[in-house]
Every structure is written in C-alpha cells, then in structure tokens.
C-alpha cells in the first residue's frame, strides 16, 4: 500500500516498520514533526519531548544499552547540546541499534545559522546516512538500525528542510521487530561501557579500524550507494534532495548516488572517476563530499561554481553549470524559478493576544537597558515596532551572556540588565546560567516569559505544563518555587496580560539590588483558545496617536478617517484577527477603545 507522506512523517512510520521501541528529542524545525508524528504509534512506540537535546540523546543511548532500538531527534544546532552525549556514543557501541535523527537548515528557515551538520560524522567518527525523498526517509531507518547494531556503532540519520517538509509516495510495510527478539537481561561490561581513560585507550584503536577498513567497505557494498550509469562524458556524485534536482537537469549523466554518505565508498569513486570525462560533484553548503573526493587523488568541480551557503535549488544548479560550461543556455529553463516577485514586504510578528507583548511593549519605552533575549517566539521583540532588545545567540544564552554582561561592567555605564528566556528554554538551558548567577553573586535582573508551552516550534510539552507528548497528565514543575529552591528569594509572579502591572514589576525590581526573578505568566493564545469579544474604536475619541500600534498587533489597522487636529489617520481593530487580550484598550492614552456596545 502506498501513501502520500512527507518526510518526518515517513521517518516516524520507518521507526515503527523497523521496531523503534523508544524515541526521545526536543522540538526544533525542521525536525518537529517526526516525534508528533511517533504517537500514532504510541501502544508500542515510547515517545517523549526531553528537557534538551543532550537529556535526549543520553536516554535514548540507555534505552540502546537496555536491549530496545532507540533514536533522538533534533534540528542542526541542538547537536551542539547533544555533543558530549553521542561523541561517547561512539566508544560505548550501542546494544540495540541507535540512531541520532539530525535536520539541518540549509537557507536558514528558522535558525540562527546555517552549520553544516556531515561535519560532525568525521567528528565522532560515526557513520552517516541521508534520505533524498520521503520513501528513503523510512526505508534508511531500517537499513541504518540494523547497520548500528552489525558494526556496535551509532549512526547519525541526517535529514534537512527540503525531506523533512516535502511529501512523496511511500511503499508502506509491516512492523518486523518484536519482544521475542529483544536480549536477555544487561550484564555488566565495565570495560565496554565506562568511558574511563583506561578503558576509552583501548578502544581508539578499534574505532579507527572500524571506520577506515570495516565501514568503507559497507560503503562500498551497501545498496544505497549506487552507480548509474549513463553518458560517459559526465560523472555527478550527489546525495539527499540534489540528487533529483541533478538528475531532473542531466537525465542522461552517469550519477553516484549516495545515501551512506560517511564514510564515503572509495571504490566506488575511483569506479566512477575512472569511467568518465569529468567528475562533478552538488552538495548543499560546505564541500564535505568534494573535500574527500579530491583527497583521494581525483579531480573534480565543485565549490568553484557552486554556492556554500543557501539552498541549492534546481534553479541555482541550472544556472551555475551554465556559466562554468557544463550546460547549454538554451537548456537553462527560466520557469523553473518559482521565487514570488515583487512581493510586499512583511515583518513577522507576534500573534493576535500574544502575552509576550506586554513585556517588550514596556520594555521599549524604558532607557539606559542592556537587553540579553534569546531564542523564541520573543525574539520578535527585536523587530519593529519594539526595537527592544540587543542580543540573540543560543537557548539559555539570554541568561548566560546577560551574566556575562554584568560581570564585566568596566565601563560603568550605569546600563541595567535584563535577561530573558521562555519557559521551555528555561528548562531546556537557563537553569545552569541562574545557578550560576545564583552562586557567584550576579546583581541582575532576569525575566522569565511564561507562556506555557514550546510555542515557536508548535506547542510542544516541557515540564512546566501538565501533559507529556504521549498524552500521560504529569504534575507540572511549580517554577517559582523551582527558583527559590535554588536560593533566589526575589521572585515576582505578573499576569502578562496586566499592561501596567507587568510595567511595574520589571521598574521594581530593575530597582533592587541583587538578583531578581520575574516570571511574567500567560498562555499562549494557541493553547488556551479563548477569545474574548473584540473591542472596538471609539472613533469620535480617537486622534490618531499611534500608541496602540506600538503594541506590533496584526488586528490593529488605519482607517481612511483622518482626525482634523492631529492630520493622522484613526485606528481600528479587526474582529476577525482580534482574540479580546483587552491590551490596545490598556494602553490607549485616550481610552478611546473599548468593549463594543450591545
């Protein structure tokens, strides 16, 4: 039977064909989709949003040590977190087959950079596969559990935007693994799995072997590493998405098609190299293929005419193999350039009854502060019409770098701090940077945006909230009893949709010395659902000010109304978008908003 499926929903079914008993990750896209996708197959399936990639990482390790076949998900920069957990991943082995399910961002989508994860298989010397469509998305799961447990090795399952989001046709199968397969019970094996000095030097040696004579020829054998052949003249070696693109441009050019793509299969190479004209090798961002094929002695184009950084489209491949010569002109086709023109620009911005608003509102009003931010649905605080805070780098960081900020005050500026995080960052990265305040004295103050859920990823679970992904009610963490544990006794709870109270909270406690903690708590709208009556303008009373607008609520608009004293066109409030969060009413210096009348 065959489905229409995009790619993280095939790489869930292969989970499931392949007899995956446990799945852990932490939401990021392009990822996200593929544990949502796992709870289909909850009755035999464990599935769970872990509080960081490494968390993650480690239980899915110790679900591989216990017997059961195992993977974690991520989007590319939570490999970062996940380091220190798979780099020893690949000392260890892994009992049952283990599988590290990376999605990178090439074009930068939703990140913060554009690092090319294939880096990291050489790295850890761990193998690597990549699905170029969604039938290989849950056909590679298989083929690359059984490969993990063969060798005793994780694999890294790298997938990207263009596979995780795009639907293709997909040969559905049977589930092939069950509890009768699963081991006996562990026994202990210090010298395999304790990652002790003593221990770890043995098994260098054994790594290395692995990887260079063992691997290589998997590589070189495995059958999603294949030669076609076709016109001699042209030999291209491309893997993941490219590939199509490749072979939609050159359908008659000889093709190395790589899905195991660390490490790479030297035989089939130098097959390759010695069977053509020229070798041309397409690879999205860093030359890692071309890289090694130039190692081994092969000459080869590449980065020279290809881009290292965004997509590489079908387009873009048309164009640059035209200009270095390798395709006719009149072959380039123009209407394979699907990128809309002459579009009105739009700055993205926060929801209909975000609770984030008030914060950044207030935020842009007050001088003299230095504001840390991080990575969330409030990093749109930096855009228009806010224009409120000064950094954004990694999850925690807003707590970390604003530390970093007050410590190395020389210049004694007189600036306050103020660091910011989500609820689900806090969990997933703050908590080590506030320990850290906690016990070196930082005089800072430190915001906690609470909006109960992962909301930029799409509404995800983390401890603070009273379900997991798997639907099980849980108690949630009590954060500001979590704070005060820690030793922080300033802790201060505000409604977010209170515009003035959240205003007098962050004043006061800017004004007290030492460390304080501001929770400022309320759903998202796209949890909570519950909208209220849109409010609407008194046009009589309004003179055009603005103030409302400086709320960045889509649901506010001009009218053609001009008021006659000030010469600005008067606001208005669409119900459609409008979701009744009552803060344009707040904020009004006219009062000119309002409960509509019966």
């Given at each position: 039977?065959?489905?229409?499926?995009?790619?993280?929903?095939?790489?869930?079914?292969?989970?499931?064909?392949?007899?995956?008993k446990?799945?852990?990750?932490?939401?990021?896209?392009?990822?996200?989709?593929?544990?949502?996708?796992?709870?289909?197959?909850?009755?035999?399936?464990y599935?769970?949003?872990?509080?960081?990639?490494?968390?993650?990482?480690?239980?899915?390790?110790?679900?591989?040590?216990?017997?059961?076949?195992?993977?974690?998900?991520?989007?590319?920069?939570?490999?970062?977190?996940?380091?220190?957990?798979?780099?020893?991943?690949?000392?260890?082995?892994?009992?049952?087959?283990?599988?590290?399910?990376?999605?990178d961002?090439?074009?930068?989508?939703?990140?913060?950079?554009?690092?090319?994860?294939?880096?990291?298989?050489p790295?850890a010397?761990?193998?690597?596969?990549?699905?170029?469509?969604?039938?290989e998305?849950?056909?590679?799961?298989?083929?690359?559990?059984?490969?993990?447990?063969?060798?005793?090795?994780?694999?890294i399952?790298?997938?990207?935007?263009?596979?995780?989001?795009?639907?293709?046709?997909?040969?559905?199968?049977?589930?092939?693994?069950?509890?009768?397969?699963?081991?006996?019970?562990?026994?202990?094996?210090?010298?395999?799995?304790?990652?002790s000095?003593?221990?770890?030097?043995?098994?260098?040696?054994?790594?290395?072997?692995?990887?260079?004579?063992?691997?290589?020829e998997?590589?070189?054998?495995?059958?999603?590493?294949?030669?076609?052949w076709?016109?001699?003249?042209?030999?291209?070696?491309?893997?993941?998405?490219?590939?199509h693109?490749a072979?939609?441009?050159?359908p008659?050019?000889?093709?190395?098609?790589?899905?195991?793509?660390?490490?790479?299969?030297?035989?089939?190479?130098?097959?390759?190299?010695?069977?053509?004209?020229?070798?041309?090798?397409?690879?999205e961002?860093?030359?890692?293929?071309?890289?090694?094929?130039?190692?081994?002695?092969?000459?080869?184009?590449g980065?020279?005419?290809?881009?290292?950084?965004?997509?590489?489209?079908?387009?873009?491949?048309?164009?640059?193999?035209?200009?270095?010569?390798?395709?006719?002109?009149?072959?380039?086709?123009?209407?394979?350039?699907?990128?809309?023109?002459?579009?009105?620009?739009?700055?993205?911005?926060?929801?209909?009854?975000?609770?984030?608003?008030s914060?950044?509102?207030?935020?842009a009003?007050?001088k003299?502060?230095?504001?840390?931010?991080?990575?969330?649905?409030?990093?749109?605080?930096?855009?228009?019409p806010?224009?409120?805070?000064?950094?954004?780098?990694?999850?925690?960081?807003?707590f970390?770098?604003?530390?970093?900020?007050?410590?190395?005050?020389q210049?004694k500026?007189?600036?306050?701090?103020?660091g910011?995080?989500?609820?689900?960052?806090?969990?997933?990265?703050?908590v080590t940077?506030l320990?850290?305040?906690?016990?070196?004295?930082?005089?800072?103050?430190?915001?906690?945006?609470d909006?109960?859920?992962?909301?930029?990823?799409?509404?995800?679970?983390?401890?603070?909230?009273?379900?997991?992904?798997?639907?099980k009610?849980?108690?949630?963490?009590?954060?500001?009893?979590?704070?005060?544990s820690?030793?922080?006794?300033?802790?201060?709870?505000?409604?977010?949709?209170?515009?003035?109270?959240?205003?007098?909270?962050?004043r006061?406690?800017?004004?007290?010395?030492?460390?304080?903690?501001?929770?400022?708590?309320?759903?998202?709208?796209?949890?909570?659902?519950?909208?209220?009556?849109?409010?609407?303008?008194?046009?009589?009373?309004?003179?055009?000010?603005?103030?409302?607008?400086?709320?960045?609520?889509?649901?506010?608009?001009?009218?053609?109304?001009?008021?006659?004293?000030?010469?600005?066109?008067?606001?208005?409030?669409?119900?459609?978008?409008?979701?009744?969060?009552t803060?344009?009413?707040?904020?009004c210096?006219?009062?000119?908003?309002?409960?509509?009348?019966?």
């Amino acid at each position: 039977m065959k489905r229409l499926m995009t790619g993280n929903e095939a790489m869930a079914r292969g989970c499931y064909e392949a007899g995956v008993k446990v799945a852990t990750g932490y939401p990021g896209t392009p990822s996200s989709e593929i544990l949502e996708n796992m709870v289909q197959y909850k009755d035999v399936i464990y599935s769970e949003w872990s509080t960081n990639e490494k968390t993650a990482t480690e239980a899915a390790i110790g679900a591989a040590f216990a017997g059961r076949r195992s993977i974690t998900t991520m989007k590319q920069v939570g490999m970062n977190v996940a380091a220190d957990a798979f780099f020893f991943s690949a000392y260890t082995g892994a009992r049952a087959g283990f599988l590290i399910v990376v999605a990178d961002d090439a074009g930068m989508f939703s990140s913060q950079n554009e690092q090319d994860n294939r880096h990291y298989a050489p790295f850890a010397k761990i193998p690597m596969v990549e699905p170029a469509d969604s039938q290989e998305a849950k056909d590679f799961v298989k083929i690359a559990l059984e490969l993990s447990e063969k060798w005793d090795v994780p694999f890294i399952y790298r997938t990207c935007m263009r596979v995780a989001h795009s639907a293709s046709p997909v040969e559905l199968g049977e589930r092939v693994w069950d509890d009768e397969k699963l081991p006996d019970k562990w026994v202990r094996d210090q010298e395999k799995y304790v990652c002790s000095a003593m221990w770890a030097k043995k098994k260098r040696p054994w790594i290395e072997e692995r990887m260079i004579n063992q691997l290589v020829e998997e590589s070189n054998n495995i059958s999603i590493n294949r030669l076609e052949w076709g016109d001699r003249k042209l030999g291209i070696i491309a893997s993941g998405p490219v590939y199509h693109y490749a072979r939609e441009i050159f359908p008659d050019a000889t093709f190395l098609k790589l899905g195991m793509t660390y490490p790479l299969p030297e035989k089939l190479i130098h097959e390759l190299a010695d069977g053509v004209e020229q070798v041309l090798v397409i690879e999205e961002l860093d030359p890692f293929i071309e890289q090694q094929v130039k190692a081994m002695g092969i000459k080869c184009i590449g980065k020279e005419i290809f881009s290292r950084y965004g997509e590489l489209l079908t387009h873009d491949i048309e164009l640059a193999c035209a200009k270095a010569g390798l395709l006719d002109w009149s072959k380039v086709a123009e209407q394979r350039d699907v990128t809309p023109k002459d579009l009105p620009g739009r700055s993205p911005c926060l929801c209909p009854g975000c609770p984030h608003r008030s914060t950044f509102f207030n935020l842009a009003k007050m001088k003299d502060l230095i504001i840390v931010s991080d990575i969330g649905c409030y990093n749109l605080g930096a855009l228009a019409p806010f224009h409120a805070t000064d950094f954004m780098g990694s999850m925690g960081a807003g707590f970390g770098v604003a530390h970093g900020f007050e410590i190395a005050d020389q210049l004694k500026t007189g600036q306050k701090i103020i660091g910011i995080v989500g609820d689900s960052t806090f969990y997933h990265n703050g908590v080590t940077p506030l320990l850290n305040m906690v016990h070196n004295g930082s005089n800072i103050t430190l915001m906690v945006l609470d909006n109960s859920t992962t909301a930029m990823t799409g509404r995800q679970d983390h401890p603070g909230v009273p379900l997991t992904l798997m639907g099980k009610p849980v108690k949630p963490i009590d954060m500001e009893a979590f704070v005060r544990s820690m030793g922080v006794e300033d802790v201060v709870k505000v409604d977010a949709f209170d515009v003035k109270a959240v205003d007098k909270t962050i004043r006061d406690a800017l004004n007290r010395e030492g460390l304080s903690f501001v929770i400022v708590q309320g759903p998202c709208f796209q949890i909570s659902r519950k909208a209220k009556p849109a409010p609407v303008v008194d046009i009589n009373k309004c003179n055009g000010c603005g103030t409302c607008f400086k709320l960045g609520c889509s649901a506010i608009a001009r009218t053609d109304i001009v008021d006659e004293k000030t010469g600005f066109k008067k606001s208005s409030v669409d119900p459609v978008l409008c979701v009744g969060c009552t803060m344009c009413e707040q904020v009004c210096p006219r009062h000119a908003i309002g409960p509509k009348a019966d």
